[in-house]
């Protein structure tokens, strides 16, 4: 659930303990913070053989590193047990946990694991205070925003019908172009976004087509009524049932894309489908760099 936060609080995990607060003891004022500006490029020069110059691949960006500089304030009594209670806050595991804060421009999210708080004690102990650091590294560099947007329902559609059908009557015609259902989305934000793409059965071997880049997704499967399928392009994944469900991911043909910050038209073709039922959901987290 997303904290409420002022500006220039911050929170790590959705139960965290919120910094900046300065109202009464115990608490933590940031001092500096380094890693929420762009993100490292990752790059790869190589000389240009028999000529001046060389070239430059610098178009990704390596992992997001974020170091926080802060002073602890307690009573002096209690400030070892306000440490432990952050040392758990910020304990190392498993799986990336969000960093929240709220900015001039809104509320902004990274995802990341914590390498543990940091500090070392002085004489500042016997007055309450204590220098802390602690390091978040963020597998994906995207700064999120913490809302998530969805377009309406995009209904199932129909192939377009081209030339002459057999076995064909008379009088006959010479093919007509069928309606199909199509929406759009348009995330916002600064940069691409992953998304995740939720197809509602029942349906047989859809397919999404991404109108703006001509790029289709085909699915060699059966949806039952009821049942989903969810695409995850940040992590590659195709799931049956749920995000975390049985994957599905030999049965997708197709080149992975993400949604841009502005708008993206799609279509949700297949056979076997229900009309006002089979449908496709996307949802994003608009992305800034």
Known sequence: MTPT??????????????LNTDVALPFVDITGIQGLDNAPPRTTTKDHEGADG???DSKYETLRTVVVDAIAYADPSALDTYLDQLTA???PGDSPRPLYWRSDNGMRVVYGKSQGLKYSKSNTRGIGVQTIQFTIICGDPRKYSPDVTASVPIYL????????GYTKSY????????TQSAGSMTPGGNRPTPGLYVIRGPIINPSIVNDIT????TFQLTLAANEYLYIDPRVRTVRFGSATGASRRNAMRGSWWFLSPGLN??????SGGIVGTTNLTIYAQPAWR
Do not use: M
């Open 5 to 18: 936060l002022t500006i220039e609080q911050y929170q790590y995990g959705d139960d965290g303990i919120v």
């Open 54 to 56: 060389g070239w430059v």
């Open 89 to 91: 806050n910020f304990a």
């Open 157 to 164: 559609g129909s192939a377009i019908v081209q030339g002459r």
């Open 171 to 178: 009088t006959f015609g010479y093919g007509s172009a069928a």
């Open 214 to 217: 001509g790029q289709v997704w």
């Open 265 to 270: 038209n799609f279509r949700l073709l297949g």
